[in-house]
């Protein structure tokens, strides 16, 4: 793709700031920015409809109407939940289609439980 309009992904700090050591900067940075992407309720509804659409996906359009806001603005909050690298977007023919990046949701998760909270895996 490229161009003007191209969607920019935030990489994931690799540390967590709960690990025990400091986080650096441009991870804390990193990590404020996807947060920030999530500190909406609108972007946290389109999370939750989207993954409970049948097969896990989304157009803009119907997505409009169970948020009550215009087309424009779930546009907006679709583009920043995809540069923040929650969701991924396929385009086909007209329509763009939206889904969540599973494992990006998971990074989150693991970078905000401190290491003693973490289930271990043990054999048992």
């Not at 939750?48 to 779930?74: F, K, M, R």
């Not at 929650?86 to 439980?113: F, M, Q």
Request: net charge positive.
């Amino acid at each position: 793709m490229g161009g003007v309009g191209a969607a920019k992904t935030t990489a994931m700090p690799v540390i967590s700031p709960l690990a025990g050591e400091p986080i650096k900067r441009v991870d804390a940075e990193r990590l404020a920015g996807v947060l920030k992407a999530f500190a909406d309720p609108a972007r946290l509804r389109l999370l939750s409809l989207i993954q409970s659409a049948p097969e896990g996906e989304a157009s803009v359009s119907d997505l409009t109407a169970p948020l009550g806001l215009s087309q424009p603005t779930v546009s907006h909050h679709l583009r920043i939940l995809t540069e923040a690298g929650l969701l991924e977007r396929e385009k086909r023919g007209v329509w763009a289609y939206y889904r969540l990046v599973p494992s990006a949701i998971a990074a989150i998760a693991e970078l905000l439980t401190p290491p003693r909270k973490r289930p271990t895996k043990r054999a048992r």
